[in-house]
């Protein structure tokens, strides 16, 4: 069964420092996708990143990068130069390509954005 | 529409009524989810539809929760006789096909059973 471990639930961050949030997942898969979701107030899960267990390169979005390490089964979200924006929920999810279609999700970690 | 919508945005029903959550989601997007998210908590998976044909439904807490999706389209999951614990924000997700295609959410339906 596939597992997603956030260990941070809360993370405290000044405006305008990277931040990083810290996933690790476990899977018997050799074919899955890794996804960060960021969900403010308003609930709604809005997409960041993506990276594909096969990918060489780490994925980047803008000022959103994924520090995949597939030995060693991490997938860490970094955040430049955050924003007052950036304060939400954020969650780690990953995927099967193949069989069963589901996201599974982390517990998630609040970012607070501090001025 | 321009992207996945829900309605009510918010239900509060009283302990053992039935309940109907509704779904719409992007147009021409192939695959549905339904997930359960407990306060404070990450979404849980309860079902998931490929256009109307609902390929797994193991998420499902109890027979209790339905959800149809009959012309591959717009969803409904339907909760019979509410309990307390059924208490939690339901949000849909809609993706043009499976794999690495992403999940569009909606805003949720936050379900208050008093």
């Known amino acids: 069964a596939q597992k997603i471990t956030q260990t941070q639930p809360g993370m405290f961050v000044q405006e305008k420092e990277a931040v990083t949030l810290d996933c690790t997942y476990d899977t018997s898969d050799q074919s899955y996708g890794l996804f960060w979701y960021k969900q403010p107030s308003s609930g709604e899960m809005i997409f960041l990143i993506y990276?594909?267990?096969?990918?060489?390169q780490n994925a980047t979005e803008g000022r959103y990068s994924l520090n995949f390490q597939k030995a060693r089964k991490s997938a860490n979200l970094v955040i430049s130069a955050s924003q007052l924006g950036d304060s939400a929920m954020y969650f780690c999810a990953m995927r099967e390509i193949q069989g069963a279609q589901k996201l599974v999700f982390g517990q998630g970690t609040r970012l607070t954005i501090n001025p | 529409g321009a992207g996945v919508s829900q309605s009510p945005r918010y239900k509060v029903a009283k302990r053992g009524q039935d309940v109907a959550l509704r779904c719409d989601p992007i147009s021409g997007h192939v695959s549905l989810f339904w997930y359960q998210q407990a306060l404070g908590q990450g979404p849980e998976f309860l079902t998931y539809?490929?256009?109307?044909?609902?390929?797994?439904k193991s998420g499902l807490p109890s027979d209790r929760f339905f959800a149809e999706r009959p012309e591959g389209s717009v969803s409904t999951l339907k909760i019979q006789r509410t309990q307390q614990e059924d208490s939690a924000v339901y949000l849909c997700?809609?993706?043009?096909?499976?794999?690495?295609?992403?999940?569009?959410f909606g805003s949720g339906t936050q379900l208050s059973v008093l």
């Open positions: 997700a809609s993706s043009l096909d499976g794999g690495n295609e992403k999940l569009f």
């Open positions: 990276q594909g267990s096969y990918d060489e």
């Open positions: 539809f490929q256009n109307e044909a609902q390929l797994d």
